[in-house]
């Protein structure tokens, strides 16, 4: 196995470990369950402390939530078509 090939397998099989707990912090990082990190992969992170949520809780983080992707949906699809436009006007006639 050749040195890139060896990189692309070890590259691969860190994407498999991934947690798949995630919280999303306010200051815009994500943050995963530690338990799913290996000890020596956690040195020099930002660590989040928290708690599950009460039903009156993620009824109003999900709301926030679906304000928020909605916004950024609208956001990018508005991008998206000023690139288009943007585009077209470039194309020689």
Same mark, same amino acid.
């Not at 916004?71 to 998206?80: A, C, K, R, Y």
């Given at each position: 196995?050749?040195?890139?090939?060896?990189? !692309?397998?070890? !590259?691969?099989?860190?994407?498999?470990?991934?947690?798949?707990?995630?919280?999303?912090?306010?200051?815009?990082?994500?943050?995963?369950?530690?338990?799913?990190?290996?000890?020596?992969?956690?040195?020099?992170?930002?660590?989040?402390?928290?708690?599950?949520?009460?039903?009156?809780?993620?009824?109003?983080?999900?709301?926030?939530?679906?304000?928020? !992707?909605?916004?950024?949906?609208?956001?990018?699809?508005?991008?998206?078509?000023?690139?288009?436009?943007?585009?077209?006007?470039?194309?020689?006639?």
């Amino acid at each position: 196995m050749s040195g890139e090939q060896r990189k !692309a397998a070890e !590259a691969e099989a860190e994407v498999k470990e991934l947690s798949t707990e995630l919280c999303l912090g306010s200051d815009g990082i994500i943050y995963v369950n530690a338990e799913g990190v290996a000890p020596e992969k956690i040195q020099g992170r930002k660590m989040f402390h928290g708690y599950a949520m009460t039903p009156e809780e993620q009824e109003i983080a999900v709301g926030e939530m679906h304000r928020l !992707a909605f916004n950024i949906t609208v956001s990018v699809q508005d991008e998206i078509r000023q690139r288009s436009i943007r585009r077209s006007r470039k194309k020689p006639k």
